[in-house]
């Protein structure tokens, strides 16, 4: 099973800052590397898939990029509605497995 | 629009069985892989099962291996996870969701979710 870790757990941003999440697999998931925002109550959302494809109506603050073991999401300044959750997925090979999360927190 | 609505929640004791069920809709549904995944509220994400559009292949966590099958009904456009031998960690939110892809891609779609509580 590829294990992800995620990092920080949680981000203090303030907004119209940049943040950066990192997640980290414990061996190659060859870019099939997805993000998701979840906010309290409600399902996750897909952000980005593919390492750095946004998904549809996805703004375009929301970047992704990496490769091999380690990726990053990159949300370049911080709206009031980016407050939440994000977890990332790898689909490489089942079981599919998330990392633990972070959340990005209003400074 | 893209919707996916379960069914089958509840409270149930440890060792009993329940059957959670998602209607899809806004999509065709045997054009697409389908998963479950649940969250135990306030804590992550964790995947539960996934299965090929034409039901070819199929995979579960070791977590659930052996109890949880699941199953897809194309002509109902439904999805099924059927679970046998509950445990109290198996208490989550129950979410069904659609695959971006037939086979294995990122999670497009995600239902509203199904509690399932599992205590005596």
């Known amino acids: 099973e590829i294990v992800m870790t995620q990092s920080p757990a949680t981000l203090s941003v303030s907004p119209g800052e940049r943040a950066i999440l990192s997640c980290r697999a414990t061996?190659?998931?060859?870019?099939?590397l997805a993000w998701y925002q979840q906010k309290p109550g409600q399902a996750p959302r897909l952000l980005i898939y593919g390492t750095s494809t946004r998904a549809t109506g996805i703004p375009a603050r929301f970047s992704g990029s990496g490769s091999g073991t380690e990726y990053t999401l990159t949300i370049s300044s911080l709206q009031s509605e980016d407050f939440a959750a994000y977890y990332c997925q790898q689909y490489t090979n089942w079981p599919l497995t998330f990392g633990g999360g972070t959340k990005v927190e209003i400074k | 629009e893209v919707q996916l609505v379960e069914s089958g929640g509840g409270l149930v004791q440890p060792g009993r069985s329940l059957r959670l069920s998602c209607v899809a809709s806004?999509?065709?549904?045997?054009?697409?892989?389908m998963h479950w995944v649940r969250q135990v509220p306030g804590k992550g994400l964790e995947w539960v099962s996934g299965?090929?559009?034409?039901?070819?292949?199929?995979g579960y966590a070791d977590s659930v291996k052996g109890r949880f099958t699941i199953s897809r009904d194309n002509a109902k456009n439904s999805l099924y996870l059927q679970m046998n031998s509950l445990r109290a960690e198996d208490t989550a939110l129950y979410y069904c969701?659609?695959?971006?892809?037939?086979?294995?891609?990122?999670?497009?779609?995600w239902g509203q979710g199904a509690l399932v509580t599992v205590s005596s």
């Open positions: 061996e190659s998931v060859s870019n099939n």
């Open positions: 806004g999509f065709t549904f045997d054009d697409y892989a």
């Open positions: 299965i090929f559009w034409n039901s070819d292949s199929i």
């Open positions: 969701a659609k695959d971006l892809g037939a086979t294995t891609a990122a999670i497009g779609y």
